[in-house]
């Protein structure tokens, strides 16, 4: 009976920056990993970035050096911070953590990007 929910989205203007929140509910058990996904409009679903619970980050080619992911484990909370955003990062972001055997979905959160 977990749930994942997303915060923070909007419309933003190029260059501008956002940061998106998603805190678990329902459980205090910690996932093992924590991921950003995004998926814009006739596009396939791609990784962001992630963060393990011993703390190691990946990020996908196109947001290194522009986006952050941490997380606060006595939060259940896990963020993305995302700076110099481009048109190409419109997208619904999605919050997903890892809970072997199991993966849970956040409902997904628009950002928009003007150009």
């Known amino acids: 009976q977990v749930q994942l929910v997303e915060s923070g989205g909007g419309l933003v203007q190029a260059g501008g920056s956002l940061r998106l929140s998603c805190v678990a509910s329902?459980?205090?058990?910690?996932?093992?990993?924590m991921r950003w996904y995004r998926q814009a409009p006739g596009k396939q679903r791609e990784l962001v970035a992630g963060?393990?619970?011993?703390?190691?980050?990946i990020y996908a080619d196109s947001v290194k050096g522009r986006f952050t992911i941490s997380r606060d484990n006595a939060k259940n909370t896990v963020y993305l911070h995302m700076t110099s955003l481009k048109p190409e990062d419109t997208a619904v972001y999605f919050c997903?953590?890892?809970?072997?055997?199991?993966?849970?979905w956040g409902q997904g959160i628009q950002v928009t990007v003007s150009s």
């Open positions: 997903n953590g890892l809970r072997p055997p199991s993966a849970y």
């Open positions: 963060i393990s619970s011993g703390g190691s980050m």
């Open positions: 329902g459980s205090t058990f910690s996932f093992n990993t």
